[in-house]
Structures are given as structure tokens and as C-alpha cells.
């Protein structure tokens, strides 16, 4: 399936796996009954509080988002996710505002349904998010070119010419990750925090400016560029397409 990507599954044997994110009892328990008789490995968390830690420790194919939920505005959630990972992201909401539609594209939805749902079409949009991922990162594997170092994504690593591993805490690697999926273009500080707001990750921008420092001194100055009034940015090699 798809590589392993914070939260991201590598088998294509077991069942496709979702996580439905829902605070209300009778539609979780809905949509976990009916996605599993339509083929699908379900958990479900009924809100965001654990929603990180939950994707990173396990290999999800796709998240299905409810908006309201007690803790965190959906739509915050969604923008924080895409920050991190390429997961596809289905929204289940009530909301039936043309705002929040946008609002959720806007920040990295793959999908918005309106409840209530029909179970046989979530489970095709579903399959057909999961499809796209999928054949869009068909062939490229985990391991990516960052500059003149290699990015492996399922291990976590990034690693020198010379085969040396570089030692990176984990706000560090998401910040590097973060910055090459954004193929050259300046992530903005806001962003930034998004990525890696959780564990050793910054707070504000001067901790993001830290974070920067932090990971130029161990990767070279020359990958990171910053970008005046914006954020930064990779610098891709001469050798990178």
C-alpha cells in the first residue's frame, strides 16, 4: 500500500485500514459496523487528544474526520495532519456550509460528505482517496534525494554520502520533512509549527527559528534557505528533478 509515512501502511495484504475520528457514540459505532462489513479494519478515537500519538503508532491507509469535535475544531486538526503526512483525509461532518467545505480543501481534505452518510459510497470514496495516494506515490519507495543527502522516510533517517545516519530528534526529522514535501517551495513559520508542534517541537516562531539552527548545524547550512518574510525552504540539488 502506501509507504510508511507517519501513520502511512507498507503491506498490501491485510485489509485497508481507517481511522474514524468521531465524539458522538451512535455514529462511531455506525461507521466502525459499516465500514467493517464493507472490507475495512477499523478504530475509532472519539477525539483529538490522542490523534497523533494513535496515527503515528500505527499504519493507517486513510482518517475519517468528523469537524465537531470536543477538543479541537476538525478543520484544525486536518491542517495539522497535512502538515506532518500525506494520509488521505475523508471529512463525515453536519456541517453543510459552503465555508467549512472550503475550509477543509483549504487545508488538505481529500474528500467532504455530509452526514448522513451512505455507507457503501463512504467506503467508495474511501477506496478511491486511498487509490489516488497510492498511484501517486507508486514507485518512489521511502528513500528520497534531500540535497546531497538521502531522506528514508520509513526508518526515519536521513542519511549522508557517506552512509552516516544524522542524529535528529523528532521535531527535527518532521521539520525536515516537512520542508522537502514542499518540493522547493517556502513553508511559512505557521506551517512550520504545525509540522512539528508536539514533543520536543517548537511553540512560536523564535522556537522554530531555533529548530532551524538546530538542523542546519547538523545537516549543513547550505540545505535550508530562508526566505525573507515568509519561512524557508530546501535548496534542491543540481541532480534532483
Do not use: C
Amino acid at each position: 500500500m502506501l509507504p510508511r509515512e507517519f501513520g502511512m501502511r507498507t503491506s498490501s495484504v491485510s485489509k485497508e485500514r481507517i481511522l474514524v475520528v468521531e465524539d458522538d457514540i451512535w455514529q462511531s459505532n455506525f461507521l466502525r459496523q459499516t465500514l467493517a462489513v464493507e472490507g475495512f479494519d477499523v478504530s475509532v478515537l472519539p477525539s483529538g487528544e490522542e490523534f497523533f500519538q494513535t496515527v503515528e503508532a500505527h499504519d493507517f491507509d486513510a482518517v475519517v474526520l468528523d469537524l465537531g469535535l470536543p477538543d479541537e475544531d476538525g478543520i484544525v486538526l486536518a491542517r495539522k495532519l497535512r502538515a506532518r503526512s500525506k494520509l488521505p483525509i475523508v471529512v463525515v461532518t453536519a456541517r453543510e456550509e459552503l465555508e467549512d467545505k472550503l475550509a477543509s480543501f483549504d487545508v488538505g481534505a481529500d474528500d467532504y460528505l455530509t452526514k448522513p452518510v451512505e455507507p457503501k459510497e463512504l467506503a467508495a470514496r474511501l477506496r478511491a482517496v486511498i487509490r489516488r495516494a497510492t498511484e501517486a506515490d507508486d514507485g518512489q519507495g521511502s528513500l528520497h534525494q534531500l540535497g546531497e543527502h538521502k531522506l528514508d522516510i520509513e526508518r526515519r533517517e536521513v542519511i549522508a554520502t557517506d552512509g552516516t545516519v544524522f542524529d535528529l530528534t523528532p521535531a527535527e526529522f518532521a521539520l525536515t520533512v516537512a520542508l522537502h514535501h514542499a518540493q522547493g517551495k517556502a513553508v511559512t513559520r505557521d506551517e512550520i509549527v504545525d509540522a512539528v508542534s508536539s514533543g520536543d517541537g517548537p511553540l512560536n516562531f523564535r522556537a522554530v527559528d531555533i529548530l532551524v539552527s538546530r538542523v542546519r548545524k547538523k545537516l549543513g547550512k547550505g540545505l535550508i534557505e530562508t526566505v525573507t518574510g515568509t519561512g524557508y525552504r530546501i535548496v534542491r540539488a543540481e541532480t534532483e528533478i
